[in-house]
């Protein structure tokens, strides 16, 4: 059985393609467009579904729509009802696009179809499984669980924001859901907002903005007590009311009325790019502590309702790492899986999957470790290919194969150099996993100032994440699982840290930016914390053996991984847009499969560009 699992029309449009339950190819479409987070129909990512899969259209025996786009044009009537005379600004705008595109969504995506290839309409059948289904179904059906409990958790689908839901075997009860305009990730959304950064791409820099507040400041627990007591109520349960006087983003153009915030916290909303300051960092790290307190309440009702022992996540709230890594320590439930792609992009893959065992009740025998491999679903390209695209820019290159390859890495990565690491199939999801990834020594005191000014160019603050050998994880982090998809923080070791300053929470961002926290100060956080990508030789054994070469010569069994883009743009696809971004900073090496590329050789470059804010 063939199905197409289709994302679209909101942020981070996707496809994905699964063959009698097993997924085969899945891609984002802002991989092939350059255009980050694109929102439009995949067409890109379908063909390459398409062709990965050597089947057309005419082939398919269902695609599914990842949410009821009915369900959600009925939310937006009922809002812009309930709250009149307000938002007829923004109604004037929505409605227009609404019924252009999403009432008539049928026909727009048999229209899309049609211009990747000719197939009978009469023949395709089409299903749209509701938006936090699709994410349910991300989660559990991939999942080596038989049952499990599954949490969802994300802006807003039709009118859900989270659900709790019961998967076992091939079925998926929703028991419980919060509804709009109620919601934990437009609470998130709406600090994001606030402390400068945009709404849908920034919540991860909110995320790594956090660790910098005074945990020790009478101030946190202020904005804390004032974040309780006026902007949310927090129910036993973990469900939420939102007092909707200080929000905007119901019927508004904003997510906040900015005078009241002003007004409750103190200071007017950051100004982007603005210099951070320190009342800005606590107040991030108050609403991660809040946001931290709501998931571990909604998973405890998640056990209470279901009685199973493992847990599911999926949902954009899901990619909260730091909050998933406290849901894990308090050991509510014995093990924790989160889908890679939790945000819109994997409802590609529930809505496919749901089709597969919801629609047609297809019997489930789950995998171990998961059905996911690794996240590795995108496109990978051949020595021909590289050696076509990159023709026209005349390179300069070694090929070294086997071995040699990974000892002749480590020892660049040993000298210091950044590489731009290009192997394999590109991940599914927001994370490089090692397939397109750019790598360091994480031992080095200058590489995260070095990675973020010269290669990134972005904030000074934002952390890296270690990929370390899942075998040799349990000596550096106090981690008691595997992390292969990069979605759990956890502390380093204790004889692993440095002696800080005794004022240490009381120093400035920048000066606090600048002390040695361990013995591995590129991917410590200040809070001593890691993003951990444990790395598994029987899903990447490019990456696995790159690093344990590393491990050989160096003693470190773990390098520094941050994705292969630059601030604005998305994770590079093709060996042109590696090789591009490799000449366009000041990376010293690009290895493209067994093509090695030394900066220093490379001929003059004279295509600079302007990277985009993100």
């Given at each position: 059985m063939n199905i197409l699992g289709i994302s679209a029309f909101y942020h981070d449009s996707a496809a994905c393609l699964i063959q009698d339950g097993r997924i085969v190819a899945a891609a984002q479409e802002e991989r092939f467009t350059r255009n980050k987070h694109d929102a439009s129909f995949p067409e890109n990512a379908v063909k390459y579904c398409l062709e990965h899969s050597g089947l057309s259209i005419d082939e398919m025996d269902a695609i599914a729509f990842y949410d009821k786009p009915f369900l959600k044009f009925e939310r937006l009537l009922e809002t812009y009802l309930s709250f009149a005379p307000k938002g007829v600004r923004s109604f004037v705008t929505a409605i227009p696009v609404w019924l252009k595109e999403k009432m008539f969504l049928k026909k727009l995506i048999y229209d899309s179809l049609k211009e990747i290839e000719e197939y009978d309409k009469e023949d395709v059948t089409l299903l749209f499984p509701e938006h936090h289904l699709s994410h349910a179904a991300s989660a559990f059906y991939p999942s080596k669980f038989d049952e499990a409990a599954i949490l969802t958790i994300d802006g807003v689908g039709e009118w859900a924001t989270a659900s709790i839901c019961h998967g076992k075997g091939n079925e998926i009860k929703i028991l419980r859901e919060l509804k709009f305009p109620h919601s934990l990730g437009l609470l998130y959304s709406a600090f994001t907002y606030y402390l400068g950064f945009k709404v849908n791409s920034g919540e991860y820099k909110l995320m790594g903005?956090?660790?910098?507040?005074?945990?020790?400041?009478?101030?946190?627990?202020?904005?804390?007590?004032?974040?309780?007591?006026?902007?949310?109520?927090?129910?036993?349960?973990?469900?939420?009311?939102?007092?909707?006087?200080?929000?905007?983003?119901?019927?508004?153009?904003?997510?906040?009325?900015?005078?009241?915030?002003?007004?409750?916290?103190?200071?007017?909303?950051?100004e982007d790019e603005a210099e951070l300051e320190q009342h800005e960092a606590d107040l991030a790290l108050a609403i991660q502590m809040v946001t931290e307190e709501i998931v571990i309440l909604m998973a405890k009702g998640a056990k209470k309702l279901t009685g199973a022992n493992a847990i599911c996540l999926a949902g954009g709230v899901a990619l909260n790492c730091v909050a998933n890594g406290k849901l894990q320590n308090e050991g509510i439930f014995d093990e924790v899986y989160i889908q890679p792609a939790a945000g819109d992009a994997g409802g590609a893959v529930g809505a496919a999957l749901a089709a597969q065992y919801i629609y047609f009740k297809d019997e489930r025998v789950p995998e171990t470790p998961d059905s996911m491999h690794g996240a590795?679903?995108?496109?990978?390209?051949?020595?021909?290919?590289?050696?076509?695209?990159?023709?026209?820019?005349?390179?300069?290159?070694?090929e070294i194969s086997g071995s040699e390859l990974y000892k002749k890495a480590a020892e660049i990565l040993d000298n210091g150099n950044v590489v731009g690491w290009f192997n394999g199939r590109m991940e599914f999801g927001p994370r490089a996993l090692g397939g397109r990834s750019i790598i360091a020594d994480p031992r080095r005191v200058d590489m995260q100032k070095k990675l973020n000014l010269k290669i990134k160019y972005r904030e000074s603050f934002r952390p890296f994440a270690p990929s370390v050998l899942a075998e040799h994880a349990a000596d550096y982090f106090e981690l008691d699982s595997d992390s292969p998809y990069m979605l759990l923080v956890q502390s380093i070791k204790e004889d692993l840290k440095k002696q800080v300053p005794k004022d240490y929470n009381q120093l400035p961002l920048r000066e606090k930016l600048a002390v040695q926290r361990s013995d591995y100060p590129a991917i410590t956080h200040i809070d001593f914390s890691a993003r951990i990508q444990t790395v598994h030789?029987?899903?990447?054994?490019?990456?696995?053996?790159?690093?344990?070469?590393?491990?050989?010569?160096?003693?470190?069994?773990?390098?520094?991984?941050?994705?292969?883009?630059?601030?604005?743009?998305?994770i590079v696809c093709t060996p042109e847009d590696a090789y591009r971004c490799f000449m366009n900073t000041e990376m010293d090496y690009l290895v493209i499969g067994e093509y090695v590329f030394a900066k220093e050789d490379q001929p003059e470059w004279t295509d600079k560009i302007e990277f985009d804010k993100d």
């Amino acid at each position: 059985m063939n199905i197409l699992g289709i994302s679209a029309f909101y942020h981070d449009s996707a496809a994905c393609l699964i063959q009698d339950g097993r997924i085969v190819a899945a891609a984002q479409e802002e991989r092939f467009t350059r255009n980050k987070h694109d929102a439009s129909f995949p067409e890109n990512a379908v063909k390459y579904c398409l062709e990965h899969s050597g089947l057309s259209i005419d082939e398919m025996d269902a695609i599914a729509f990842y949410d009821k786009p009915f369900l959600k044009f009925e939310r937006l009537l009922e809002t812009y009802l309930s709250f009149a005379p307000k938002g007829v600004r923004s109604f004037v705008t929505a409605i227009p696009v609404w019924l252009k595109e999403k009432m008539f969504l049928k026909k727009l995506i048999y229209d899309s179809l049609k211009e990747i290839e000719e197939y009978d309409k009469e023949d395709v059948t089409l299903l749209f499984p509701e938006h936090h289904l699709s994410h349910a179904a991300s989660a559990f059906y991939p999942s080596k669980f038989d049952e499990a409990a599954i949490l969802t958790i994300d802006g807003v689908g039709e009118w859900a924001t989270a659900s709790i839901c019961h998967g076992k075997g091939n079925e998926i009860k929703i028991l419980r859901e919060l509804k709009f305009p109620h919601s934990l990730g437009l609470l998130y959304s709406a600090f994001t907002y606030y402390l400068g950064f945009k709404v849908n791409s920034g919540e991860y820099k909110l995320m790594g903005l956090a660790p910098y507040g005074n945990p020790e400041s009478e101030l946190i627990q202020d904005y804390i007590t004032k974040i309780k007591s006026e902007l949310v109520d927090i129910r036993a349960d973990g469900s939420i009311w939102l007092n909707q006087k200080y929000f905007d983003y119901a019927t508004g153009l904003r997510m906040v009325k900015d005078k009241k915030w002003e007004e409750l916290f103190g200071f007017p909303r950051r100004e982007d790019e603005a210099e951070l300051e320190q009342h800005e960092a606590d107040l991030a790290l108050a609403i991660q502590m809040v946001t931290e307190e709501i998931v571990i309440l909604m998973a405890k009702g998640a056990k209470k309702l279901t009685g199973a022992n493992a847990i599911c996540l999926a949902g954009g709230v899901a990619l909260n790492c730091v909050a998933n890594g406290k849901l894990q320590n308090e050991g509510i439930f014995d093990e924790v899986y989160i889908q890679p792609a939790a945000g819109d992009a994997g409802g590609a893959v529930g809505a496919a999957l749901a089709a597969q065992y919801i629609y047609f009740k297809d019997e489930r025998v789950p995998e171990t470790p998961d059905s996911m491999h690794g996240a590795y679903l995108g496109p990978d390209y051949h020595k021909i290919d590289v050696e076509r695209s990159l023709r026209k820019f005349k390179p300069v290159f070694n090929e070294i194969s086997g071995s040699e390859l990974y000892k002749k890495a480590a020892e660049i990565l040993d000298n210091g150099n950044v590489v731009g690491w290009f192997n394999g199939r590109m991940e599914f999801g927001p994370r490089a996993l090692g397939g397109r990834s750019i790598i360091a020594d994480p031992r080095r005191v200058d590489m995260q100032k070095k990675l973020n000014l010269k290669i990134k160019y972005r904030e000074s603050f934002r952390p890296f994440a270690p990929s370390v050998l899942a075998e040799h994880a349990a000596d550096y982090f106090e981690l008691d699982s595997d992390s292969p998809y990069m979605l759990l923080v956890q502390s380093i070791k204790e004889d692993l840290k440095k002696q800080v300053p005794k004022d240490y929470n009381q120093l400035p961002l920048r000066e606090k930016l600048a002390v040695q926290r361990s013995d591995y100060p590129a991917i410590t956080h200040i809070d001593f914390s890691a993003r951990i990508q444990t790395v598994h030789k029987e899903t990447n054994p490019e990456y696995w053996n790159l690093i344990d070469a590393f491990r050989q010569r160096t003693g470190c069994a773990m390098v520094v991984n941050t994705s292969f883009n630059v601030r604005g743009e998305p994770i590079v696809c093709t060996p042109e847009d590696a090789y591009r971004c490799f000449m366009n900073t000041e990376m010293d090496y690009l290895v493209i499969g067994e093509y090695v590329f030394a900066k220093e050789d490379q001929p003059e470059w004279t295509d600079k560009i302007e990277f985009d804010k993100d």
